[in-house]
Nanobody, 122 residues
Framework: QVQLVESGGGLVQTGGSLRLSCAASGGTFSTYAVAWFRQVPGKERELVGTISWTGTSTDYTDSVKGRFTISRDNAKNTVYLQMNSLKPDDTAVYYC???????????????WGQGTQVTVSS
């Protein structure tokens, strides 16, 4: 059983940057792939990107490619989401999720954090 806690959200102006963290406890975190999702009210949870359990492979949804970077430090049991060139459309609650394999559907991930709000002002 893995517990996940996100942090690092906040209010930032258009063009600014934020780094979100996803800290894990309670399991062998280095054996889990991790995904970042985001959700705005009234919409389905959207996949932002994923990272393999080794950290050597990442992929991203088209809308964030070239702006967002996912990385991980397994020694610290933490995954990061570096967000640059932020836009108002990036405003959402951001969640990290973990599973033993990488998936693109939210319901495939058994472990979730509580979410952290990111607001990008225009």
């Amino acid at each position: 059983q893995v517990q996940l806690v996100e942090s690092g959200g906040g209010l930032v102006q258009t063009g600014g940057s934020l780094r979100l963290s996803c800290a894990a406890s309670g399991g062998t975190f280095s054996t889990y792939a991790v995904a970042w999702f985001r959700q705005v009210p009234g919409k389905e949870r959207e996949l932002v990107g994923t990272i393999s359990w080794t950290g050597t492979s990442t992929d991203y949804t088209d809308s964030v490619k070239g702006r967002f970077t996912i990385s991980r430090d397994n020694a610290k049991n933490t995954v990061y989401l570096q967000m640059n060139s932020l836009k108002p459309d990036d405003t959402a609650v951001y969640y990290c999720a973990a599973a033993h394999n990488r998936y693109y559907r939210a319901n495939a991930y058994p472990f979730w954090g509580q979410g952290t709000q990111v607001t990008v002002s225009s």
